[in-house]
């Protein structure tokens, strides 16, 4: 009940086009959804976040879209760039736990030029 | 740059050795965390701090110690460690309030354990 699952592992896009990247969760008491963006050889970013009272959060290109009847939350990068190409890790946290971030397993992304 | 620094960035050392990990953070949060990440994984969290008293220890093992002076500053004691210790140590930072507040990460020390 404490996973976060993200499909896919790893994804390829072209240039301009539109990632999209899947979490699932279990656990209703998880209250907290960030987005983070790792590139190689250094620590994870906080991209983008969201709380279950609402449906959907942009931030420029980023946007996040959570459906809380299906458990479920997907970032999705608008006009996607080379420059975004790196590794995506969903999260989750309770606020019961003490703040700790269960994280999903990561997408890689490419953005070919 | 990131506003939680970690240091050394690299490490290397013998399985009898004793080092210690170094984080250190200004932005005034209260809440500070241990977590380790081997290649292509996730991080997986170690410990939190909550007003330089530990609230959480995920069962890691004694050969970690970690250790919270003050406020801004977080050190992680490594000692005997083992060649599968080798991984990225994260430290990272957050407010602490009602509500779940974001986590700001450092780029990590690379430890590898001969």
């Known amino acids: 009940q404490q996973q976060v699952k993200q499909s896919p592992q790893s994804l390829i896009v072209q240039k301009g086009g539109i990632s999209i990247i899947n979490c699932a969760y279990e656990?209703?008491?998880?209250?907290?959804f960030p987005w983070y963006q790792q590139f190689p050889g250094k620590g994870p970013a906080l991209l983008i976040a969201i709380r279950p009272d609402v449906s959907e959060k942009k931030e420029g290109r980023f946007t996040i879209s959570f459906n809380k009847s299906a458990k479920q939350f997907s970032l999705h990068i608008m006009d996607s760039q080379p420059g975004d190409s790196a590794t995506y890790f969903c999260?989750?946290?309770?606020?019961?736990?003490?703040?700790?971030?269960?994280f999903g397993k990561g997408t890689t992304l490419s953005v070919s030029s | 740059d990131t506003e939680v620094t970690q240091t050394p960035k690299h490490l290397v050392m013998g399985m009898t050795n004793k080092k210690s990990l170094k984080c250190e953070q200004h932005m005034g949060h209260r809440a500070m965390y241990w977590y380790k990440q081997k290649a292509k994984k996730p991080p997986e969290l170690m410990f939190v701090y909550s007003y330089e008293k530990l609230s959480i220890n995920e069962s890691v093992p004694s050969r970690f110690s970690p250790e919270c002076p003050n406020s801004s500053l977080l050190n992680l004691h490594l000692h005997a460690l083992q060649p599968e210790d080798s991984a990225l140590y994260l430290c990272a930072s957050s407010q602490v309030g009602t509500r779940n507040q974001p986590q700001h990460f450092g780029d990590g020390t690379r430890l590898s354990i001969l």
């Open positions: 656990n209703t008491a998880f209250d907290y």
């Open positions: 999260a989750a946290s309770i606020k019961q736990a003490g703040t700790a971030l269960i």
